[in-house]
């Protein structure tokens, strides 16, 4: 993990190894964990994941195995599920949907859908150079949310999970790009997987028991975080002078911190229609006629970001955040920003 690599050979070594389960930069599958974001990763955190994949894992990258009354096994990821149906993806990213009538068995393994003995396909010179790859910064870093997601948009997030107009459904998942900046919608699959995070609300039966902060590994210096959010459950529905409802706290490593009050009626307007407010700019419409909105946070210092926390104020509204991407320093070509204060 000391040594440098060769990153062009590692995108090879991703795209034969990798690419049927994983995304990342574009390429890819996500039947496992997306891995935009991995560079903020050391390169031995990193391989101790891939070399032991059971370590630690979410609940939603266990490995089931089906047996049919026909005696067909299947293998992979409980993809969705219903009332009549499941669904498996395998390890090949293939989708099976199987019959609840014509299961047998189902079993639930505590152990990851990644296979063991990667190390058996390739040697130490192509895990410098797939490390390598990983860990290459760009302009952009895509941040994962995976572990911080706690609330699935596509059904009801607020009163109720059947009402379909409060739901945030969006024309694509996966790496989108806004104002040409790339960021990562976690794939609900279905209704089955959190892809958005929720903070803290008064109001409703859901709101009261979201968190009132989650916390972002960052470990990267910032010159601009970019975010699609912008959006809340009883936000404004125009231009207003309101508090905060949201506070972005960067905790820098030297153990200093600053943050960023965002503002209802000012970066953040209500999710359920297209109103507009003026420190935050319309990013995609949602199919039942709600709205997520982009903006950026400019960082005061130079320094290494270690965490990113969202903090919930003493505020009415429960405040939505779909996706998070770093801009690191560098001599690029600024992107379009609809940056706060």
């Keep these: 993990t000391e040594r440098t690599g060769d990153s062009g050979i590692g995108k090879a070594i991703f795209t034969k190894n990798c690419a049927t389960c994983h995304i990342f930069k574009g390429e890819g599958k996500t039947v496992g964990p997306n891995l935009n974001g991995m560079s903020v990763h050391p390169k031995a955190e990193l391989l101790?994941?891939?070399?032991?994949?059971?370590r630690s894992v979410e609940a939603n990258y266990r490995?089931?195995?089906?047996l049919t009354v026909d005696g067909v096994v299947i293998s992979g990821l409980l993809a969705a599920e219903s009332l009549t149906t499941i669904e498996v993806i395998d390890a090949q990213g293939k989708r099976h949907t199987i019959l609840r009538e014509d299961i047998?068995?189902?079993?639930?393994?505590?152990?990851?859908?990644?296979?063991?003995?990667?190390e058996q396909s390739i040697n130490n010179e192509g895990f410098v150079n797939l490390l390598e790859y990983l860990t290459e910064h760009e302009q952009f870093i895509p941040l994962g949310l995976e572990k911080a997601a706690n609330t699935v948009s596509t059904h009801g997030m607020f009163s109720r999970r059947d009402n379909k107009h409060e739901r945030l459904?969006?024309?694509?998942w996966g790496t989108i790009r806004f104002n040409g900046i790339p960021f990562n919608l976690i794939d609900p699959q279905g209704t089955t997987v959190n892809n958005v995070v929720m903070l803290n609300?008064?109001?409703g039966p859901f709101a009261p028991q979201m968190p009132k902060s989650v916390s972002i590994r960052s470990r990267?210096?910032?010159k601009g975080i970019h975010m699609l959010s912008g959006v809340a459950g009883w936000a404004s529905q125009k231009p207003s002078q309101g508090k905060a409802c949201l506070i972005v706290r960067l905790k820098y490593a030297d153990g200093k911190a600053e943050e960023h009050s965002l503002v209802d009626g000012q970066h953040f307007a209500d999710y359920i229609g297209t109103f507009d407010v003026p420190k935050s700019q319309l990013a995609f419409r949602a199919a039942d006629g709600g709205q997520l909105r982009y903006l950026s946070i400019r960082p005061k210092r130079d320094e290494v970001i270690e965490t990113i926390e969202l903090v919930k104020p003493d505020h009415h509204t429960a405040p939505l955040v779909?996706?998070?991407?770093?801009?690191?320093?560098?001599?690029?070509?600024?992107?379009?920003?609809?940056?706060?204060?």
Excluded: C, W
């Design 322 to 341: 779909v996706a998070m991407t770093l801009e690191v320093p560098g001599s690029y070509v600024d992107a379009k920003t609809h940056e706060t204060d």
């Design 201 to 203: 609300g008064p109001n």
């Design 48 to 54: 101790t994941h891939i070399l032991d994949p059971n």
């Design 220 to 222: 990267t210096s910032a």
């Design 169 to 172: 459904i969006l024309p694509k």
């Design 104 to 118: 047998e068995e189902l079993i639930a393994s505590r152990k990851s859908a990644m296979p063991e003995g990667f």
């Design 63 to 66: 490995q089931y195995t089906v």
